[in-house]
């Protein structure tokens, strides 16, 4: 019976060609879509969770209270991890480690500056990366030593050993490499190269034993016995540093590794989820691309049920029950499926490098795993049962006397249901339209907001090496100038589109100093405004003709915090009394989409860790870069030159927008050609069961602009009807998107007039292509038998 159906099956498929490459095409491009938006979902879904207990493993969180909110960061004194380890019940291992930055490593002439890291040693125990060289009991245990990646050790060493070679720490610290593993999987949020012990952190940083409890600058990470203490751990760890320091302003609590990437938003101290919601659009975005590519297979079946309708009348004339034709036909459906995903393979190959490229991380298909020939099975047969079951059961259904007499179609049961089909996919690719125009809106509106600085032709130079030493960072002020490649160059602190500092110790006439104000702080030099573009508002800038050093620049966000009126020329005190003597314009530090945020900036060059240049607007950028490259590597020639854009750093920040907006963007166009073909398989139906009606109005003389409106006309309303229904659901939804923002856009009637005008454009055009055929065939051919 198998053989017989597998027979019917490929005749039938080869008879109609026409017929089998658009079904083919449709599901093939639904079940590809699909499985690169899945492959894309399990790539973030598995962030963090390559490790043996991640589900026990957990990040500490410190929560801050303000007096007009609540701040949480992953920031905590060194001295909480042995607190922790001595008084907390439950947990198995804690450690610390500091934030990863990137550190200069030599060995010989070999030299590369690679994301760095200081831990304890049970740190390699929670996250235990795969080693490849060394005893992993020895790793992080010696002030001297240090642990590799696999890539960087290549790099450094090439072909040679690596273990007890020695290496140097920004040419400073000799370092002997006790250990290399595996290099960190793409899908994890830790971006470390290499590890060094916390004691070599005390070491270089002799602040940090002695540091107070309300010094806050290191990760913490701790595994839990079970995670049955869950509860308990976190109630103990709400007060522990309040305990030692009641005017520290701290309250850690544990937040789940495996939520780490996914669930890393919160708001007043409590988590709202995340990349989640955004993963969430993309898993909803595959199923319903491939149950569009299932309704097209339905609409098109039936549009071809005339032709079916003969076999049928004569199999049930000879003793076939309509189980076996359901049979037959679902059988039929799964195997054009099976072909589908098939040729959906080859196109997921050829497009995942591009994908990869554009997302800027790597998708493969793990032939090896069980799992994927699961889904992949399960994928294949639901799809097959969904697209087959609607054209199964209706062709079955068909009454042999009737139809071998001459088909004529009963009643309009079957076409509304198509109709109804053909109106869910549309209403889902006005959805989309609307949708992704609003994201793009959005987006230019951000990315061309004013940011309070000018960030063309704006570059950052880490002051690293000898770039350290002020004297030597003058020096190369000097030749910067006198090149003419840069026109401006000051110091800063931290990068400008960075975090940094902040502090609760400012205070100022009129403050209760029990309430908590959070301000950041930022250090510089002469000729900030000047090279940055940042506006001063009221008073002046840093200047070499005063002594600035108790002099401070404050933000009008902390005007407003302040309540003052007239601040310049106001004291305030942080430790000493110190002088306003300018209000800048707020600027965008870290993100964007955030109301700005309290600053106050200090004159001090000693601790600048960026050099921040204006390139010269008259020069070719190319040649003024390679001119600043040269009289860098000049002055600090043990580094090697890490000149970056504020304006790709600014760029940067928009990555999750630009990512939904670009798969949005791209799988939506998929769903709207998919939905093309769906309108297709209904002009095929109404072309068919119409032909006679057109024969005969051709011959009254009916002209062909007459039967295409007449024929037309009928998806337009339907077509019209989608927006109806789509217009409502994606204000709901993209309203909700957006009032994660607090600077958005007005959702305007643009993308609506776009979705319907987009939509009806592309109706008309594949109605009319399957219309002329049947306008253009002569009506005798459809009228000879009458």
Known sequence: MFRLNLKIALRNLWRNKGFTLINLGGLAIGLASCMILLLYVAYEYGYDKQFTDYDKTYVLYNNQKTSSETFSFMSFPSKLREDIKTKVPGVATVSRLSHPEYQLLTYNQNNFKASASFADSDFLKMFDYKVLKGNPATFLKNPDGVVLSETLARNLFGNEDPLNKVVKLDNKESLKVEGVIEDRPKNSTLEIDYLMSWTLFEKLNPWVKDSPWGNNFCMMFLQLQDNSFFDNVNTKLHGMIKAHDKDVNGEPFIHPLSKWHLYE????????????????????LAFCILLIACVNFMNLSTAKSEKRSREVGVRKAIGSTRKNLVGQFMFESILLTSLSMLVAFVLIEVSLPYFNKLLGITLQINYAEWQFWGVLLGLTLITGIIAGSYPAFYL??????????????GGGSSLSIRKFLVVFQFVFAACLIVCTAVIYQQLNYIKNKPIGYNRKNLIQIPTVGELGKIEKRQILKDELLKSGAAIA????????????????GINWPGKNKKDKILINTRFTSLDLTKTTGMEILQGRDFSKDYVD?????????????????????????????????????????????????????????????TLILRLNARNNISNSVNTISEIVKKINPAYPVDIKFVDDNFEAKFKNEKLLGTLSNWFGGFAIFISCLGLLGLALFMAEQR????????????????????????????????????????YILINKWLSGYEYRISISAMPFIVAIALSMIIAVFTVSIQSIKVVKANPVDALKYE
């Not at 938003?265 to 909803?284: A, H, P, T």
């Not at 160059?489 to 609760?504: I, K, P, Q, R």
């Not at 314009?585 to 989409?593: F, P, Q, T």
């Open 549 to 609: 050093t108790a002099n401070v620049l404050v933000n009008e966000a902390m005007v407003k915090v302040m309540g003052m009126k007239d601040p310049v020329g106001k004291m305030i005190d942080w430790g000493q009394p110190l002088r306003i003597i300018g209000v800048m314009k707020d600027y965008v530090m870290e993100s964007a989409y955030q109301k700005p945020t309290p600053l106050l900036i200090a004159q001090n060059p000693y601790r600048a860790t």
């Open 396 to 409: 079955s259904s068909f009454d042999p006397v009737k139809v071998l007499k001459g088909f004529k179609l």
């Open 691 to 730: 032909k006679k009606e057109i024969s005969i109005r051709k011959v009254l003389g009916a002209s062909t602009a007459n039967i295409l409106t007449l024929l037309n006309k009928d998806f337009i309303k339907l077509v019209a009807i989608a927006n109806l229904i789509a217009f409502p659901l994606a």
């Open 489 to 504: 160059v000051t110091e800063y602190s931290h990068s400008l589109t960075g975090g940094g500092n902040n502090t609760y």
């Open 265 to 284: 938003k919160f708001e007043n101290g409590k988590n709202v989820g995340g990349r989640i919601d955004q993963l969430r659009i993309f898993f909803l």
